[in-house]
């Protein structure tokens, strides 16, 4: 409820360069002194009033699939676009300090639709961050209108930027909306397989809870107190990447998953040991995942070999694997030596499946990364 605005009319191509784009040739201005805003409860709206909510500002058969996008790459960079996606997950809101020491965040939603798997868009602002954490993985569609398309050369492909004229609307009520719904009901199968087996590479770990911090030391001393203990421990660790070859060969760093269970298939056979005994084993595809072994250093010692994998890697490294399939040589070690020794806030899971006499030396092969942030100093 907005009460003793200042209707006055827009001037509209001064206006809109930043500005939401709205049919009405009229804007409201609010003054501290003399409006107010406020917000009321569902019940005390009018019904009709409230489905507006589902109703995209922009002409609903406007926009862009995200196949479109992809294959119209370039030509779009720069471009301010609708579109129109399911969302496949939200990530956590990731903070940052620029060089001029000014805090900023963000935070990657990753999209999807009938034509492209896997689509990044990226918020910047607060509302569209909090916005974006109500959102359902596979269940919520969204409208975005006004989203800013720009090619990104770090990962050599295009993204969507949630910018000040974005408008985005949940659940949008309209046909096109219905039948991308519709999709995800039918392939709702396939997409939540990984979800319906305990799959180690996306446990429901809640990483606040993770309070234990361990040096390199420490983690070793642990281990051993632990051996013979069947339970995982999670844990902390601040370390540098003092090994990571991600230019090196691809075959080494990138590997076959099965779409139902997300385990390593057999590169001879090309089947799941894990889901070998299911009917439809022979039908669920695989596909490429990362498989790096990276080296952990801090003052205390180093931990060789530790796994990080699947979407845990594609987020470290800021690419997917297609994403990292197209880059150069050139443009891999580039990577390569902005990750290597940066210091990283890593959560870990460490699983005791070694024998007490190989413990300490391979201890490395014990940790599971979980999720790394980089800590600015």
């Not at 965040?105 to 990044?120: G, I, K």
């Not at 909090?130 to 720009?150: G, L």
């Not at 606040?208 to 421990?233: D, S």
Request: charged letters at 25%.
């Amino acid at each position: 409820l907005i009460e003793n605005p200042l209707v006055q009319t827009k001037e509209v191509e001064k206006e809109e360069k930043f500005n939401p784009v709205t049919p009405s040739g009229y804007k409201l201005l609010l003054s501290e002194i003399h409006s107010v805003v406020k917000i009321c409860s569902r019940c005390e709206v009018d019904p009709e009033l409230l489905s507006l909510l589902n109703v995209p500002v922009k002409d609903p058969q406007d926009f862009y699939s995200l196949g479109d996008i992809v294959a119209n790459g370039q030509s779009l960079d720069g471009r301010i676009i609708n579109v129109l996606a399911a969302v496949k997950s939200v990530g956590e809101p990731k903070y940052f300090t620029t060089s001029d020491r000014r805090r900023g965040h963000r935070c990657e939603v990753r999209l999807f639709d009938e034509t492209q798997s896997s689509f990044p868009m990226i918020c910047w602002d607060n509302e569209s961050i909090q916005h974006a954490q109500s959102w359902m993985p596979r269940e919520t569609v969204i409208f975005a209108a006004d989203v800013k398309i720009n090619f990104d050369k770090f990962r050599n492909a295009m993204v969507a930027t949630v910018i000040s004229k974005t408008i985005i609307t949940p659940n949008p009520d309209t046909p096109e909306a219905n039948v991308l719904l519709n999709f995800i009901r039918e392939s709702a199968e396939m997409l939540a397989l990984d979800d319906e087996i305990g799959d180690q590479f996306r446990e429901p770990i809640n990483l606040q809870a993770i309070a234990e911090v361990y040096t390199v030391e420490q983690l070793k001393m642990k281990v051993l107190q632990n051996e013979g203990k069947p339970e995982p421990f999670y844990g902390v660790i601040f370390a540098y990447i003092s090994m990571l070859n991600i230019d090196s060969e691809t075959a080494k760093i990138i590997r076959n998953r099965c779409a139902r269970c997300r385990y390593v298939v057999n590169e001879t056979t090309n089947e799941c040991s894990f889901c070998s005994g299911s009917s439809s084993s022979s039908d669920t595809p695989a596909f490429p995942s990362f498989d790096l072994l990276i080296d952990l250093t801090d003052h205390t010692g180093t931990l060789p070999s530790c796994k990080l994998s699947d979407t845990v890697a594609e987020e470290s490294l800021g690419c997917t694997v297609q994403e990292f399939l197209a880059l150069t040589e050139a443009q891999k070690t580039a990577l390569k030596w902005q990750l290597l020794l940066e210091r990283s806030k890593i959560y870990f899971k460490a699983e005791n499946n070694l024998s007490a006499s190989l413990h300490v030396l391979r201890v490395g092969e014990l940790l599971q990364i979980m999720f790394t942030e980089a800590v600015r100093s």
